[in-house]
């Protein structure tokens, strides 16, 4: 059998990992365009805020540890096109020029994300920037050295992430966003409060509920953002305002959301036979609203890839959907989500409730305790929860995950409220955090 991999980051490195254990007599190619493999995007921040020293842990697989596993790895060859009929793929070597044909069985198509560039005037001028793969890491960390004023344009996890990176680094900080708050696809308006008073208290300048109309430049290079709203100088601008699939050599020929989405099955097969996909190219079937949506994680990745490689022959193991569950450390705030955001789930038109508690996380008579903000949102008529958030200073974000895991198994409310959860004074209290949210709400 003869498998191709197109790709490969964390959906592609685990589709060659396990293919290569599963079926002993495969004989598997992986073309990649860049010239390293299995970067972890989410160590960006870190490495620019210097916490990571040594970049190499950012790499968790290399070519010689997939030949290891008989894996045969072309680096720096681009996939140009793909005959699903003939089951051909068009490839370029990026070194050489030379292109050549390649053949076969079955396909498994990992070409991730890459990150939206906004029409703006001026986008074409030097340092501005985009933080997707390591490449963009180190041109970020060069960049950035000698200069004093950065901008960085989308408040989602990338964007706060990498300010609180910059301001530690000793630069003036600003954050532009057209919505009125940071974070507002993952937390509702009473943690962004939160979030968003610690950020201020940090000196970094929040810039929301406006739009970047344009970049002003000297000598070639960024100066100012111009906003609808206001003027900001800028030495060095990251724009992080969201990603888009890499799949326009598949247009027309699989089925996709409009965003170019490839829309696969529970078993991660795309409308062509023999043809898988997996990762940030693909569409996830999302359980909250049990509809496709596009959901780019390292998470969904790394599940998507090992499922195309155990369904790759026959079907064997079923995705079970995504909550799109993500944490993020704003300072010393441990914050975490999973499912539906109040505010998304209303503007859906669902009929939902929801409850917020604020408690400390274990009992009073210890030497030490933290608050913590915990909601639940569910639906209204069945108690079916959609979605969960927490922050607090100690470090309560595997709730998420518990959370998670009731989302998944569309459990309720009332089972929230009586779930067996262990108690030891060391780390709750008697009704755990999670069980007085759903006592609260029945
Ligand atoms: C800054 C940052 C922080 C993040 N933090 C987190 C986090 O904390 N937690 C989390 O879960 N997720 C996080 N993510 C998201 C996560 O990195 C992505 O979901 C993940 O990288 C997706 O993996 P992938 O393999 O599907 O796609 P990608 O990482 O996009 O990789 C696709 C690969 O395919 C290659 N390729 C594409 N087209 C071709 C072609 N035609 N021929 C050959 N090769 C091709 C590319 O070069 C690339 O190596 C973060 C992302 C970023 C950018």
Known sequence: MKVIIIGCTHAGTAAAINTSKLYKDAKITVYERNDTISFLSCGIALYVGGVIKDVKGLFYSSPEHLKSLGVDTKMQHEVL??????????????????EFTDSYDKLIITTGSWPILPKIEGFNLKNILLSKNYYHANDIIEKVKEVQNVVVVGAGYIGVELVEAFR????????????????????????????????????????????????????????????????????VVIVCVGFKPSTEMFKGKLNMLSNGAIIVDEYMRTSREDVFAAGD??????????????????????????LAARNLVDRSIKWRGTQGTSGIKIYDYNIASTGLIEEIAKQKGLNIQSVTIEDNYRPEFMPTYEKAKLKVVYESDTGRILGSQILSKHDLTPLMNTMSVFIQNEMTIEDLAFTDFFFQPHFNKPWNLLNIAGLNAI
């Open 281 to 306: 190219c693909a569409a996830v079937w999302y359980n909250p609203t049990k509809s496709y949506e596009y959901i780019p994680l390292a998470t969904n990745a790394v599940r998507m890839g090992t």
């Open 168 to 235: 530690e680094k000793g630069k003036n900080v600003t954050l532009i966003d057209t919505q009125e708050r940071i974070l507002s696809k993952y937390l509702d308006k009473e943690f962004t409060d939160i979030a968003e008073e610690e950020i201020k208290k940090h000196d970094i300048n929040l810039a929301l509920s406006q739009t970047v109309v344009r970049f002003e430049g000297e000598d070639g290079k960024v100066k100012r953002v111009i906003t609808d709203k206001g003027e900001y100088d800028a030495d």
């Open 81 to 98: 096109d793909v005959d699903f009929d003939k089951k051909e793929v068009r490839v370029k070597d990026i070194k050489t020029g030379e």
